[in-house]
């Protein structure tokens, strides 16, 4: 099967490494996962996996290596504060091999940032200026300190509204590749029911990601078939029999529009 243009455009992964002791206790929901996927897929850029890691200086140094080196672009959100548990910067300055620095414009902008709200400028405040050697900053418009880029590392704060601005600020800065599309096939059938008809479409469109959700809505069961690619009519292809395999088994099939361009 001819594939299309946009199929055969080199695609382009992405790893998120959350930090944090206060995500894996349960204290804290994290809510930038949904925002930082939503933000990179709209730019061709596929979050391929998301890592969750405490505030261990050896854990995240791991985590860091292990992602960089396999995937395009990182990004990290959480521990760049000030207090002593934020680790984040000087485990990826160990985890690059880069020396640990106070970034002068990153100290020029908190100094001015706390002398304008006529904060002290104390050791624990300047310590947000702390990046890796040669590091580029992610400005910050909401509360002044940084985040940094070096090499294909991205590092943010793990405040949401922090966060989606300084993902903001990234998104048109990253080269995507292709975008992957996304269909569905709403049905009442139950998932033992389709299994076997499901597994089978899916050995025959290797190159298509079929998810199974089950939902209730109003009270009735729904169950709800995405199916993923980056070829346009392959994706067609596997909708319609999937759309074709629920009829067989008499139930009521309704076709979804693209759902994502993730």
Do not use: W
Not at 8 to 35: C, F, W
């Amino acid at each position: 099967m001819a594939q299309n243009n946009k199929s055969q455009q080199k695609r382009v992964t992405a790893a998120l490494l959350i930090i944090g002791d206060e995500i894996l206790s349960g204290q804290t929901h994290d809510k930038n996962l949904p925002y930082i996927a939503e933000s990179v897929n709209s730019v061709g850029v596929q979050l391929a996996e998301v890592r969750v890691v405490p505030d261990i200086k050896q854990e995240i140094i791991d985590a860091v290596n292990a992602l960089r080196h396999r995937y395009d672009y990182v990004f990290t959100t959480g521990g760049i504060g000030p207090t002593h548990d934020d680790i984040t910067a000087e485990s990826v300055s160990e985890a690059v091999g880069l020396k640990l620095i106070q970034n002068p414009e990153a100290r020029r902008r908190l100094e001015e940032h706390y002398k304008f709200n006529g904060t002290e400028i104390n050791a624990a405040r300047m310590s947000m200026a702390n990046t890796p050697e040669g590091a580029e900053l992610i400005d910050n418009p909401i509360s002044t300190a940084p985040g940094f880029k070096i090499e294909n590392v991205h590092v943010m704060a793990g405040v949401p509204r922090i966060m989606q601005a300084m993902m903001d600020n990234i998104t048109g800065s990253l080269e995507g590749g292709a975008t992957k599309l996304s269909c569905s096939v709403l049905c009442n059938l139950g998932e033992g029911t389709i299994a076997g008809g499901l597994s089978d479409i899916q050995g025959k469109f290797p190159e298509i990601d079929i998810g199974s959700y089950p939902h209730y809505a109003r009270g009735d069961y729904r169950l709800s078939l995405v199916i993923r690619g980056f070829d346009e009519t392959e994706l067609e292809e596997a909708q319609q029999a999937v759309f074709d395999m629920i009829t067989d088994l008499g139930g009521d099939p309704i076709k979804g529009k693209d759902t994502e361009s993730a």
